[in-house]
């Protein structure tokens, strides 16, 4: 499970595991049912305090994203489950936020981001498919 | 994991009140400190605060002039055998006997520490690549960091205290001395205790952090209280300033016309209503890293520059 | 600072500002007691019958002045001289000077202020007292020295410690043209041209030697010191773990001071050795003299001991101080034990010196085959006493010996142990200035025997009330041990009792072998109470607390 953690920019420790482990779920790249590393593996390989790891499983678990099955570790949740789901469309949904307030101070308007959207999903489908270079 | 919300949390270092006067200078300030058992205990100061000498009170290399220091119950005064067989101490000075050979040093501290476990210690050297056969002296000093490291953990010590350890080292004897913390957390019980003012370091692996200035103790709470408690906030006025804004419990604004940047200490809801009594609006709000809080809490502040 | 000479001056008084501003005053009051005495104002007597006395007193005192410039002048201060690199300060090799300049200030300086310093003190200290003292070759003597001290110095060398082996070889020269010159009866004026032509071979030497610092070129021949470590590890046996923190602790200290006691040894008895040989045919010396008998080899285990006494003490870093290091200080080792430890290697160390002794001098008598002499002074000693008796006095003898030699390693641990400069100084300054003190009076005693009956019968209570001050102050040292739980409590009592056996058993033995009127047991109480070890001992434990809590 390939994490990197800065502990520059303030962005507590257990917040960027947490987001981190969320989008390698949402991405695909942690399969349902997969299990995480161990508490303590994960902080040797992180150079993190335990606590902290711990803390991020455990608030991972109240987001349902992990189950920790007693003395056998954690693992991954069903993809099927509603709460995979949402956790996918909440990280959409902080992008569409980031880009509307980016699109306002550039002072460009919604119908605009949503026309250029289109836009660029129909070129991503047809682009390989025309031989451009993507 | 240790859970700290369920046990009583017993402490393991507790000084009160310790004031301690080197001539005209005041090195420590009427200091008061508990390190509970099984935590990671950071102490974080500029050069000369008083990190160092808090860590030799504890280790009773110094005699408290005002106060109590006690470590497992123990004066370290009183009882050096009872606390030192229970410490491993790695300093950042060149401590070591020069002419000692790496095996001689394992081979005389072994009598010393009922708990010495000879396969760790094997395991230890191979893992840090210390060759037996050196003499100290020929050491490089990453080499003979480890080598201290080495002597201080073999013993499994019920605390490890580390002053500064990091110092002047590159960064993979760094990481060893990282990995080496995390491991003694693991193991259950076992503490922490370690000064640095390698803030990105302190940030990855306490549990508690106490800011240390001019011999007083500023800071001193769990590290996610105090991320809880200090936001870097972006104000953003209608009219420029000429002045920065006053914002009670912001540290040091930087900025200049509008937009002035501080980390302020306090509830981000009471900061919020602040700002809008300055007639500002928040346009900005994150976590300050701890080198951040660190520099504002403590360092000097700079009057903004008028470059631009 | 417009010139090298003025800033590397300005800078030896910044780093050594305390003695340089106490000197003068020093200098001051050595030349009014000088001129005091030779005008008799001293209590009104005339001194001039004890001239002699007076002035070697003087010359004593006055010597720190003179010879105090070379560690100063020679950077050797606070460098280590018995290490491989040179004790020049890293730091000047980068200015901006040619190798000539660096070293050429510091030795016209010091050649120039030395032999200032010499004339000084001979004029207006020592001729004052009436002693018509040479002037100029003793100022170009000093001179040569110091400039051959730079030399050596500065240059690295490949092995630690050879420096100071090497030290050897120029000042023994200078000292060989001296004697040479004195033999042969130069004039003055010849000799110390003589002398002061070798101060431009030394600032040669200087040159190339600390062109090789300021390239870093310091050889290492430490090649060959592992090799020896390696043969010697073949005989340690390193594979069986400490059985306990003392004996660990005791291996410590003995790798620390014991090796350097070693060498002393070695050295001292192959020279003394040599020395011997030599004098047995010399036609010059008596038949009975001390210095062609094999006996003088056993003044080395107790010369060896009284320069080691003050090491075994030191628990600092080498070369940073005499504070303990804080290595030594975190080990969960108790206070005693440290002590104890530093006793026990201190005891090994008398056992290698004695051992090392016994057998050079049984090898020199079986090579002089002089066993013969040795007759005389037995029967001196032994005379008309029964076997028992004999037997009885040997023991004695030996345990006196063996017990005297350990005694004067670990006397002085206190004063190492209490680990700051000011306490060492203060102990030297008073060392000094008893010795000082003991020879003017030890030499008016002498040239008054109308004095010594009296002297003869004060004696028992002086030595009586010595012996009750220090049983008094012993006591309050044990109790403090005792309060600060320094030492625990049957440990204590063990030992207390050991002393207090050891000395009724002395006190039996004197009184058997010693007759009754020389020795009558009121002298002999105080002696015993005197000679056996206790205040100093007593003391160890508070200096080393006050030393490692701060």
């Given at each position: 499970?390939q ?8 962005v ?10 969320k989008y390698?779920v ?5 399969a349902p ?9 994960l902080?040797?390989?992180l150079?993190v ?12 678990e109240?987001a ?27 990280i ?5 936020d980031?880009l ?6 550039l ?5 605009e981001?949503?026309e250029?959207?289109r836009q660029?999903?129909?070129?991503m489908?047809?682009?390989?498919k025309?031989g451009?270079?993507? | 994991?240790?859970?700290?919300d ?5 402490t393991?270092?507790?000084l009160?009140?310790v004031?301690?006067?080197f001539?005209?200078t ?7 400190l508990?390190?509970p058992?099984g935590?990671v ?12 000498t808090l860590?030799k009170h504890v ?6 002039q ?15 055998v ?7 101490y ?9 002419w000692?050979r790496?095996?001689e ?6 009598a010393?520490?009922?708990?010495w476990d000879d396969?760790?210690a ?6 840090f690549?210390?060759?037996s056969?050196?003499q100290i ?10 080598a ?16 500064e ?8 004897v760094r990481?060893?001395?990282l990995?080496?913390i ?5 193991d ?11 803030l990105?370091?302190v940030?990855?692996v306490s ?6 200035d001019e ?10 209280q ?7 906030l972006t104000?953003r006025?209608?009219?420029p ?5 006053t914002v009670?419990?912001?540290?040091g604004?930087?900025g200049?016309?509008q ?6 200490n306090?509830r981000?809801?009471e900061l919020?209503?602040?700002a ?6 928040i346009v900005?709000?994150r976590?300050?890293?701890l080198?951040?809080i660190?520099?504002a809490?403590?360092?000097r502040?700079?009057p903004?520059s008028?470059?631009e | 600072m417009?010139?090298?000479i ?20 020093y ?9 005091a005495?030779?005008?008799?104002l001293?209590?009104?007597l ?5 001239k ?11 010597s ?22 040179s ?9 901006p000077?040619?190798?000539r300049a660096l070293?050429g200030?510091p ?13 000084a003190?001979?004029s207006?200290?020592?001729r ?15 001179a ?10 500065w ?6 410690g ?5 030290a050897?070889?120029?000042?023994g ?11 042969v009866r ?7 041209l003589?002398l ?10 200087a040159?190339?030697?600390l ?8 050889p290492?021949?430490?090649w060959?010191?592992t ?7 073949w005989f ?15 291996w410590?200290e ?7 006691l070693?060498?002393f040894v ?8 040599a020395?011997?040989?030599v ?6 010396l008596p038949?009975?003299s001390?210095?062609?008998?094999p006996?003088l080899?056993l003044?080395v285990?107790l010369?060896?001991a ?10 600092g870093?080498?070369?940073?101080g005499?504070?303990?290091?804080a ?12 002590i104890w ?14 051992g ?9 008598l079986?090579?002089?085959?002089s066993?013969a ?10 005379g008309n ?14 345990a ?18 209490a ?5 060492m100084?203060?102990?030297?300054s008073?060392f000094v ?10 030499y008016?005693?002498?040239m ?6 009296d ?7 002086l ?5 009750v001050?220090?049983?008094a102050?012993?006591?309050w040292?044990l ?7 320094l030492?625990d409590?049957p ?8 002393w ?16 009754a ?7 002999l109480?105080?002696c015993?109470?005197?000679a056996?070890?206790l ?10 607390a006050?030393n490692?809590?701060?």
């Open positions: 499970m994490i990197h953690i800065s502990a520059n920019d303030g507590p420790i257990y917040l960027q595991i947490v987001n981190q482990v390698l949402a991405s695909g790249r942690l049912g997969e299990e995480l590393p161990p508490i303590r593996v902080a040797e390989q150079l305090n335990p606590n902290t790891v711990a803390r991020a499983y455990r608030e991972l109240t349902g994203l992990v189950t920790k099955r007693r003395t056998a570790g954690t693992y991954v949740s069903d993809a099927g489950s509603p709460l995979a789901r949402r956790q996918r469309v909440k959409l949904t902080e992008r569409v980031a509307l307030a980016e699109a306002r101070q002072d460009v308007a919604v119908d981001v949503v250029l959207i660029q999903d129909e070129k489908q047809l682009g390989p025309a451009e270079t993507p | 994991m240790n859970d700290l369920t046990k009583p949390p017993e393991v270092v507790d009160r009140g004031t301690r006067r001539g005209p005041t090195a420590l300030d009427d200091v008061s508990s390190v058992r935590t205990f950071g102490l974080v100061g500029v050069n000369g605060a008083g990190k160092t860590i280790l009773g290399l110094l005699r408290a005002t106060g109590s220091v006690r470590v497992f119950g123990l004066d370290p005064v009183a009882d050096p009872g606390v030192l067989s229970k410490i491993g790695l300093s950042e000075d060149k401590d070591l006997p020069d000692m790496v095996d040093l394992l081979h005389y501290n072994r010393f520490y009922p708990s396969r760790y094997e395991q230890l050297r191979r893992t690549e210390l060759d056969a050196k002296k020929q050491l490089s000093r990453g080499q003979r960091a480890r201290g490291l080495l002597a201080a953990l073999a013993h499994r010590p019920e605390i490890l205290v580390l002053d350890p990091s110092s002047g080292l590159d960064p993979i990481r060893d001395i990995t080496a995390i491991r003694t957390i693991s259950e019980g076992r503490t922490v205790l370690f000064s640095s003012h390698l990105e370091e940030e990855r549990d508690y952090v106490a800011m240390i011999g007083r103790i500023v800071l001193c709470d769990r590290l996610e105090i991320k809880d408690s200090f936001h870097c104000l006025f209608d009219a300033q000429s002045d920065p804004p009670p419990g912001a540290l604004w930087k200049a016309d937009e002035w940047t501080a980390v302020c306090g981000l809801e919020q209503a602040a809008a009594e300055a007639g500002a609006r900005g709000q976590v300050p890293s080198d951040e660190f520099v809490r403590v360092g502040t700079c903004a008028d470059e | 417009h010139r090298p003025t800033a590397m001056l300005w800078e030896v008084w910044g780093r050594h500002r305390w003695v340089l501003a106490v000197s003068p005053v200098f001051l009051a050595l030349s009014i007691l000088s001129h005495v030779s005008d008799g001293i209590y009104g005339d001194l001039s019958v004890y002699d006395a007076i002035f070697f007193v003087l010359l004593f005192l006055a720190p002045l003179v010879v105090g410039l070379i560690p100063l002048f020679a950077y050797a201060c606070d460098a280590d001289i018995a290490g491989r690199e004790t020049f300060p890293a730091r000047m090799l980068t200015l000077l040619t190798t070293v200030w030795m016209i300086c010091g050649t120039v202020a030395i032999a200032l310093t010499w004339l003190v001979a207006l200290v020592l004052p007292a009436g002693m018509d003292v040479p002037l100029w070759w003793p100022a170009v003597f000093s040569s020295c110091l400039a051959w001290i730079q030399a050596m110095a240059r690295p060398f490949g092995l630690p050879m420096r100071i082996l090497a050897w070889g120029p000042i020269g200078l000292v060989a043209v001296l004697g040479l010159g004195w033999g130069l004039p003055e004026v010849v000799a110390s003589l002061a032509g070798t101060i431009l071979p030394a600032f040669v030497v040159v190339v030697g062109s090789r610092a300021r390239r870093g070129d310091v290492d021949w430490q060959l010191a090799w020896v470590q390696r043969v010697a590890g340690t046996c390193r594979g069986r773990p400490f059985a306990t923190a003392s004996r660990a602790q005791v410590f003995w790798r620390r001071n014991g090796l350097g070693s060498i070695v050295l001292a008895i192959l020279f003394l050795g020395l011997i040989l004098n047995r045919h010399n036609p010059r038949a009975g001390p210095f062609r008998s006996i080899l003044v285990p010369l060896g009284m320069m080691a006494g003050n090491g075994w003490g030191n628990c870093d080498p070369g940073r005499l504070a303990m290091r290595f030594l200080a975190t080990r969960p080792i108790s206070g005693g034990g440290l430890a530093k006793m026990k290697a201190a005891a090994i160390g008398t056992a290698v010196a004695w090392a002794t016994l057998a050079a001098v049984v090898l020199m079986l090579l002089t085959r066993w002499e040795l007759a005389g002074p037995w029967n001196l000693v032994t006493l029964p076997a028992a008796q004999t037997a009885a006095l040997v023991i004695l003898g030996v006196l010996l063996l017990g005297g030699t350990w005694k004067s390693m670990f006397g002085n641990l206190f004063l190492g142990l680990g700051r400069d000011r306490v100084m203060v102990a030297a008073v200035f008893a010795m000082a003190a003991t020879v003017p009076l030890g008016f005693v002498l008054h025997p109308q004095y010594h009956a002297l003869w019968s004060a004696l028992p209570w030595l009586a009330e010595v012996a001050l220090k049983l102050l012993a006591g040292a109790r403090a041990i005792r309060r600060q739980g030492v409590g440990l204590l009592k063990r030992l207390l009792l050991g207090l056996l050891a000395a009724a058993g002395l006190l039996l033995l004197l009184g058997w072998l010693l007759p009127e020389i020795a009558p047991w009121y002298l109480l105080p015993v109470v005197l056996l070890p205040l100093r001992i007593s003391l160890a434990p508070l200096a080393l006050w490692r809590h701060r």
